[in-house]
């Protein structure tokens, strides 16, 4: 890293290969160097959190989010970066646990879809796809449905549940949580689910496959309506829409607390937004949001940590601005409301992440 910081970017960051290295693998000695780095230069904390976003949506192949911040050239320099790095790994002589065989398998996948190029493929029932995608399971597979008028609450077992909603039904194979954790739903459900990193646990709904490896989410996929819909409470998944056999995947999207994407079958694109009604995290239930004569930088981090959301914010024309009030008792958008409004700034939510617009405080 270049000793004059003052004009850093976010693409300087990525274009950095310590950066780059220590984001793949980090080590004690790489950790306790950009702790350091960070520690020396706070102002830069908000391009290291973008540099990271950058280098994760880059490997999952949500090209979208590269091209806000980096040149075409950029992005496939970077993407060079990161497949010499796993190339390095790949050739190191000393023992890998098992879990970073697995991860670096995972990356280079991803890697090659960015590359290979992808085509989405349609179907013309839903139903006959959720009945094709349970007869593909090699013995008789166990099913639930719910017919009844109140949520149906299953164990899978592996100690995840599933809480399956009226008119929908879920199938899964003998084998359960043996080999791999894959479930099939048609309708609605929410999962809650055991971690398990070496064993994801994936539901084919329809068009989407969601992949998770510990969290509590929402799949909607009902056959009659055009959308299908996942939404995370807490946790993190990955969702991309399903392949048929020679055929790859176009993009995926990362969905972490209080979002949720929509799939549109007919024009197969998928929308990432917030939630309605963001929920504090389960961890910052006691959090207390009175403030006197705070920064109001200080204040949207804390807003971040507290519903796991991005917020995006100037921190150098927020600088001089100051909140004193109590915003315990109000809904994350009552919060915001009053926040900008006081510092004469404004808010939107842009693919998932609240964006806001300010021209600072004298």
Known sequence: MQKDNSHLTVSDLVCDDNFVRHYLSPTNQSTLFWNEWLIQNPTFQNECKQAHKLIHDVLLGLNDYAHILLTKEAEEQLLVRIKDTIAQYENEKTIVPLWRKIWVVTVAVACLLVFLGIVFWNISSNKDLYQEQVTSLKNTPIEKINNSSNPLSIALPDGSTVLLSHRSKISYPLDFGQNNRKVFLLGEATFEVVKNPLNPFYVYANEVVTKVLGTKFIVK?????????????????????????????????????????????????????????????????????????????????????????????????????????SLNGLSLFQQLDIITQSIGSTYEMVDGEIVITSRGCK
Do not use: M, W
Not at 268 to 294: A, M
């Open 221 to 325: 996929a009902f056959e009659d309506k055009k959308e299908v819909v996942v939404t995370v409470e807490h946790g993190q998944v990955s969702v991309y829409q399903n392949q048929k056999a020679n055929q790859q995947i176009l993009q995926g999207v990362l969905l972490t607390p209080n979002q949720r994407v929509v799939f549109v079958k007919e024009t197969e694109k998928f929308t990432k937004t917030i939630v309605d009604e963001p929920l504090l995290l389960p961890s910052e239930s006691d959090t207390d949001f009175v403030f006197d004569e705070t920064p109001v930088s200080e204040v949207f981090t804390l807003l971040e940590k507290s519903y796991g959301l991005e917020i995006v914010f100037n921190k150098e024309l927020l600088k001089k601005c100051q909140l004193t009030s």
